[in-house]
């Protein structure tokens, strides 16, 4: 059996141009394009491109895109300040400050995101946000599964009543990613490194998620016949090549769809990021 590919450069498309109609009609209506703004503190390489990734789509997409460059030894009062200024700004609606930061501001992480308005939260880290997920309310979601989520109903694969498991439970990707796929009336298992043989849990699986960070963790005999693979793990194993948590082209012969790496949800976290930042700023100018 060879796996359907799940391309996340199709589905990215359709989420951003869903977000380009969204972004036309605010400015259509209240006459100010959505807005993002993106703190980045130091000079991490890695970070540098995924910053710049932003950049690029918001042109895209037609938003407003700020990027506010800090030095490595910014202290954690400025980097508070900058980010009250921004919560302040009428031109922002989106506003996230990129993770890692530098060494010197590495304990700072959790207060820099408690100190994000929860309105203009747009990675969907603040606790506000978390809450409003887990108890089922309306708010802005982790960009990554709600990226990941948005792929399975666009590509039509059943949620409801299914089994699906998610291996990895980060505050970033696993447990939203979780919460989610219950909110679709999945029935859900969370496995982690603790977790006593996984292989037998994921074979249950109708939905399987791997969000763990070991190349090529998820091997074939790890897969039910006909599963949805996704796999949200990035890991670089040489200079130029990068691998998810899936071994992909043994689980493409087992699985029924997969997403490949790179090529898959790295690009809907890109574009769901976007999507965030519509749906914040309508949210905002609605109740101004
Ligand atoms: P974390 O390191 O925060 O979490 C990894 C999770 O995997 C933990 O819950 C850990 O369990 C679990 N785990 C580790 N080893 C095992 C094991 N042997 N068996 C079962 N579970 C295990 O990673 P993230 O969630 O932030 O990221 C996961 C991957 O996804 C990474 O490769 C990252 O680069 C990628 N990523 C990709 C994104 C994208 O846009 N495509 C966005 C975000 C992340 P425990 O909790 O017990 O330690």
Do not use: W
Not at 61 to 69: A, F, I, M, P, Q
Request: net charge neutral; with cysteine; charged share 20%.
């Amino acid at each position: 059996m060879s796996a359907k590919i799940l391309s996340g450069k199709v589905f990215a498309q359709q989420i951003k141009e869903a977000a380009v109609a969204k972004a036309k009609e605010i400015e259509a209506q209240y006459g100010v394009k959505p807005g993002l703004a993106v703190v980045l503190v130091g000079d991490d390489p890695a970070s540098q491109v995924y910053v710049r990734n932003k950049d690029k789509a918001c042109a895209q997409v037609g938003l407003h895109s700020e990027v506010v460059n800090l030095p490595a030894t910014t202290t954690r009062e400025e980097l508070l300040a900058t980010i009250d200024r921004l919560n302040a700004d009428p031109s922002i609606h989106g506003l996230l400050v990129q993770l890692p930061l530098p060494e010197g501001l590495r304990g700072c992480e959790k207060e820099v995101i408690n100190r994000i308005d929860p309105a203009k939260d747009v990675d969907g880290f603040h606790p506000i946000n978390v809450g409003r997920l887990v108890t089922g309310e309306p708010g802005l979601v982790s960009c990554t599964p709600a990226g990941c989520l948005r792929m399975l109903e666009l590509a039509g694969i059943p949620i409801d009543g299914k089994r699906a498991v998610v291996v990895g439970r980060s505050n970033i990707v696993g447990k939203p990613m979780a919460s989610l796929l219950m909110s679709r009336n999945a029935t859900v298992t969370v496995c982690h490194s603790h977790t006593r043989d996984l292989a037998a849990i994921t074979r249950e699986a109708d939905i399987l998620v791997a969000a763990i960070g070991k190349p090529k963790f998820i091997t074939a005999d790890m897969v039910k016949p006909g599963a949805t693979v996704i796999d949200v793990g990035i890991n670089r194993v040489a200079p130029h090549k990068l691998v998810g948590d899936v071994d992909f082209d043994a689980v493409s012969e087992v699985a029924g769809a997969i997403t490949p790496v790179p090529g898959g949800v790295g690009l809907l976290t890109v574009a769901m990021l976007m999507a965030n930042v519509v749906q914040a700023a309508e949210q905002q100018l609605a109740h101004k």
